[in-house]
């Protein structure tokens, strides 16, 4: 039934809001999350290979660009969990205006404990 | 998304929110100490506590990364309902077994 | 000479293409303006749909440079970005000709959504006294002014992915009903609401509340309607 047959020029307007963005990066976060977990749950199954398995592991995320990979992966958890914190309230507290706001304010809060980590590894 | 579903992805949701802030700490003590996995398995290894609080965390994120993958599925790829549900019942099998392998490998003293 | 403005206008149905026309600017001109005068003045074929021209009924929704809007209410100096206008129809809505959208699948998840009043008693019995300040009725009253004009279904993304999802205007509609207490029909809304292409569906973007031209705000109607029908489910009233 739905049907979007014409082509026109996309004004990006409501694209671009910041309701819209948060919805695709906490999207798009559970999907990179779902993508990762199984790879850190048999990084961690290495250990019924031996112990060594799992510290030479840990031995070779010591460089940098693992350590700012795993910075981007504290930012999505913690970014997809706070986002959705935000829609929990929405759908079971009373409604309160000021969501791009709070949208805003997950994100950045997200973005801070990330880079503590980066900083704190290096 | 129906109402069931909603109720288990936002029950699952509800119930991950304290334990992926202590994951986050955790994360953070064991970065910030420097373990190696000696030292992590030493402490995880024979722990009731650590065997439930990661036992329950798989549980919780198989049941709810499936439901969002389907979510995914449904509204932007080709798939219908029924082969979109499908997927994501065998992708949260899959994270299942090997979260609670991966549990199993960690607490097994 | 007079300046002119350069409009782009849907021409065809499903297949078509946008042709350009030249309209005189005025001081003073809604989107609405442009369009009648293309019609009058050069193209007689030129379909479109308008009723008050007041922003009372909202017929007269299009897409203008890609967002859904009343183009009675849209003046031309806010919108017309370097002198050039694009004018489509409704989007996620299937096309008659032009300008113009078929509004039958919105009406009829309408019906869908059970956004019908059930009543429940009869001229006989009393007539039930209702607070206007008591928080359903405020709640219904803040859902209540929708006029159908379909600009929240043709914002939101979610009834663009997906073809099930009932859409804002049908749910803030069964909202308001949920919220009358002289309704009878609240079991089967709630189930009606609850099933796949229900409120669930709803991501909470907030391009409705954005969007509709009576400041409703869907999102909270819908936020409403979860909280609600999962009552219900928990309490086995619904499946």
Redesign the interface.
């Known amino acids: 039934m739905t049907a979007r047959h014409f082509r026109h020029r996309r004004d990006l307007g409501h694209r671009r809001s910041v309701l819209w963005v948060a919805a695709l990066v906490h999207r798009l976060s559970g999907l990179a999350l779902a993508v990762f977990l199984p790879l850190h749950f048999l990084t961690l199954g290495l250990v019924l290979d031996g112990e060594a398995r799992l510290e030479s592991f840990l031995r070779w995320s010591d460089q940098p660009l693992v350590k700012l990979a795993e910075s981007g992966l504290v930012f999505l958890l913690l970014v997809h969990m706070f986002g959705g914190l935000r829609l929990l309230v929405i759908e079971n507290l009373d409604w309160h205006d000021g969501q791009k706001q709070l949208a805003t304010i997950a994100a950045a809060a997200s973005a801070v404990i990330a880079f503590i980590f980066l900083v704190r590894v290096f | 998304m129906n109402v069931r579903l909603y109720v288990w992805q936002r029950g699952t949701a509800a119930l991950m929110v304290p334990l992926v802030l202590v994951h986050v700490a955790v994360i953070f003590y064991a970065t910030r100490k420097g373990m190696s996995a000696a030292d992590i398995l030493g402490r995880t290894r024979g722990s009731i506590a650590w065997a439930s609080f990661y036992g329950v965390f798989v549980v919780a994120a198989a049941i709810h990364a499936a439901i969002g993958v389907r979510n995914i599925l449904t509204e932007w790829s080709p798939l219908d309902d029924r082969r979109a549900g499908i997927f994501a019942i065998v992708f949260g099998i899959v994270l299942l077994l090997l979260g609670l392998r991966a549990v199993t490998a960690v607490v097994l003293p | 000479m007079t300046a002119t403005l350069e409009v782009?206008l849907?021409r065809?149905?499903?297949?078509?293409r946008?042709q350009v026309y030249e309209v005189p600017l005025r001081e003073n001109q809604t989107v609405l303006d442009v369009v009648t005068w293309v019609q009058r003045n050069v193209d007689a074929t030129l379909s479109y749909r308008f009723a008050c021209r007041v922003g009372m009924c909202g017929s007269c929704a299009m897409?203008v440079?890609?967002?859904p809007r009343w183009t009675c209410r849209t003046h031309v100096s806010k919108v017309a970005a370097g002198g050039r206008l694009?004018i489509?129809?409704l989007?996620?809505?299937?096309?008659i000709k032009d300008l113009a959208a078929d509004m039958r699948?919105f009406f009829?998840k309408w019906q869908q959504a059970k956004g019908v009043f059930a009543p429940s008693k009869t001229r006989a019995d009393a007539i039930e006294e209702i607070r206007p300040d008591g928080p359903a009725r405020t709640a219904a009253d803040d859902a209540i002014e929708c006029i159908n004009c379909g600009v929240c279904y043709a914002?939101c993304?979610?009834?663009?992915?997906?073809?099930d999802y009932l859409g804002p205007a049908a749910l803030t509609r069964a909202w308001s009903l949920v919220n009358d207490q002289r309704d009878a029909g609240n079991t089967a809304r709630l189930q009606a609401v609850?099933?796949?292409g229900?409120c669930?569906?709803c991501?909470?973007?907030?391009?409705c509340q954005?969007?509709c031209p009576q400041a409703l705000?869907p999102?909270?109607a819908i936020?409403g309607l979860?909280?609600r029908?999962?009552a219900a489910?928990?309490k086995g009233e619904?499946?």
């Open positions: 782009s849907w065809g149905g499903a297949e078509g946008y897409t440079n890609g967002r694009q489509g129809p989007e996620n809505l299937p096309v699948p009829e914002a993304d979610t009834v663009r992915w997906n073809s609850a099933a796949s229900g669930h569906a991501h909470s973007h907030q391009s954005e969007h705000n999102t909270a936020a979860k909280r029908t999962m489910y928990l619904i499946t």
